[in-house]
């Protein structure tokens, strides 16, 4: 059931990946990204959120979070470094390396597709080679992924994580960025998708039996259940005895293991999913708005757009016009 809700997830949230880069570097180099937020007009203009990612396909270098406390990471062939919150980061050779961030590079010519070749020659002996992609997707009303995820996450050997399915999205990568054939954005693209559910399915691997947010919560076993429960049947009248009942255990067992792991009630967690799924139903514009009300578990469109309103600051019909 834990894949079941982690795709139910990312199909509301509309994933999607793009734009790709294809470096080639050599010793001294070094790249400082921007905030994915400011080039998120360049790279993904429609998308809520954008997630920067590279994968090393040869040679070493350096991974760093600018403004943050956490060492530099040691990259070498395989390794993936994804920045979830889209924060600045730099890429280099050696650690403690700076530059300016380079805009222009963002900012492709119409007639061009990627990836975009890209070269960092510093002129020493040691090369080193990634290719950079970028995902989309929605931050609001409620991504319960995203908000559970760190500033950084690194795969160290991509070649050996994922049973191998890792290590083939990678070649495919390499094969596609390099060869560019007809179609290999589009291409990209979906490998962009796939790397990135890959990336999370080894991170979620590797949390300790103690850690808590909405990806550790999958596996608690009371907390999982009652996620698959609201996410299997969202517009069913729910209440937390009802809910408890259905999971095994008191309601006050399930608010306190609940709210430990995400921070709130599962009846407040509920209200959000529904938002989530209503919004994804506005932008869909198929549907009238009474519709989607009673989809997501209102018995009025009334009080329905009262807590879509109260939940994002825009009525359901200004989210829509807006192409939220």
Not at 2 to 19: E, M
Request: charged share 20%; proline share 6%; with cysteine.
């Amino acid at each position: 059931m834990k894949g079941d809700i982690l795709s139910d997830v990312l199909r509301t949230v509309r994933l999607s990946g793009a734009i790709f880069f294809d470096v080639e570097a050599s010793s001294p180099w070094v790249a400082e990204a921007p905030a994915a937020a400011s080039i998120a007009p360049l790279v993904m203009p429609s998308a809520q959120h954008v997630i920067e990612y590279h994968v090393i396909t040869s040679g070493f270098g350096w991974a760093t979070l600018i403004d943050a406390e956490e060492e530099p990471v040691r990259l070498a062939p395989g390794s993936i470094i994804m920045f979830p919150q889209g924060d600045r980061h730099v890429l280099s050779s050696q650690p403690h390396m700076r530059a300016e961030p380079n805009y222009a590079a963002f900012d492709q010519p119409e007639e061009l597709s990627p990836p975009y070749y890209i070269q960092n020659f510093g002129g020493g002996p040691e090369k080193a080679s990634m290719a950079c992609g970028f995902l989309g997707c929605d931050r609001f009303p409620f991504n319960p992924i995203i908000q559970a995820l760190p500033r950084m996450i690194h795969v160290p050997n991509g070649y050996s994580a994922g049973d191998g399915w890792l290590s083939n999205l990678i070649r495919s990568i390499m094969k596609e960025s390099r060869n560019k054939r007809v179609g290999s954005d589009c291409v990209l693209a979906r490998l962009s998708e796939l790397i990135f559910i890959e990336v999370l399915r080894s991170y979620m691997e590797s949390l300790s039996s103690d850690a808590t947010g909405w990806l550790a919560a999958l596996s608690d076993r009371h907390v999982g259940r009652a996620i698959s429960l609201l996410h299997a049947d969202p517009k069913r009248p729910w209440t937390l005895a009802m809910l408890s009942r259905e999971v095994g255990v008191s309601r006050t067992v399930l608010v306190s293991r609940f709210t430990e792991h995400l921070g709130v009630a599962p009846i407040t967690y509920l209200s959000s999913w529904r938002m989530q799924l209503a919004a994804g139903m506005l932008a869909g514009g198929g549907m009238t708005i009474a519709k989607i009300a009673a989809e997501v578990g209102y018995e009025s469109e009334a009080a329905f757009s009262r807590s879509f309103k109260r939940c994002t600051g825009l009525s359901p019909g200004a989210w829509r016009s807006n192409g939220k």
